[in-house]
């Protein structure tokens, strides 16, 4: 359970657009929203609630299971106030979905990683193709100083039309 309750008016008339319930889902002390937070996170998420018996206020970023079944990410954070009417407490906070925010930055990271592969390979292919130019180079020279239609000159041959294969390739990368 949680170390406060959170009333209705918590999560306003927005929370529909957010999760697809209505507010009156959330009034059960907590229990249908600690049920939707994915299992991954709930125990990181319930460590950061508790924060706010003993500090007054917490942050959680999460996992959370809409109405649809698919998860949203949410920014949680509240804190604890008091009412200068009668020395009460309440709590204040916000709940935004963070999801479009979180799957850009998952698009940012792939593309460069896409890009740190593309250098890599770029790097490896131009050092490899450094070392073809000198075994193409001598594969040539060896054919040339061989006979025709001789086995060395065939060998040398061969060896050359694979190596230009793999000067291709290396073009390629």
């Known amino acids: 359970s949680l ?11 927005r929370v529909y ?6 507010a009156d889902c959330f009034d059960d002390g907590g229990d249908f929203w600690l049920g939707r937070i994915h299992p991954a996170d709930r125990d990181r998420v ?3 609630v508790a924060r706010i018996a003993t500090e007054g206020a917490f942050a959680a970023e999460y996992r959370w299971r ?7 990410v949410f920014l949680d954070r509240a804190a604890v106030v008091r009412r200068s009417s009668d020395g009460g ?4 906070g916000m709940w935004l979905d963070v999801t479009p925010q979180r799957q850009l930055q998952e698009q940012l ?11 890599l390979t770029g790097g490896i292919a131009h050092d ?13 020279l060896l054919r040339r100083s061989a006979e025709p239609d001789t ?4 060998r040398a041959d061969l060896a050359l039309q694979s190596a230009m294969r793999c000067s291709d390739l290396t073009q390629r990368l």
């Open 128 to 140: 490899f193709s450094n070392m073809l130019t000198a075994v193409l180079g001598n594969l040539d």
């Open 151 to 154: 086995s060395t000159w065939r």
């Open 66 to 72: 809409r109405a649809d079944d698919s998860y949203g």
């Open 3 to 13: 170390p406060y309750v959170l009333p209705i008016w918590f999560f306003g008339r």
């Open 46 to 48: 319930l460590v950061e």
């Open 89 to 92: 407490e309440e709590i204040v």
């Open 17 to 22: 657009r957010l999760a697809g319930f209505q």
């Open 109 to 119: 990271i792939q593309a460069q990683k896409m890009d740190a592969i593309g250098r």
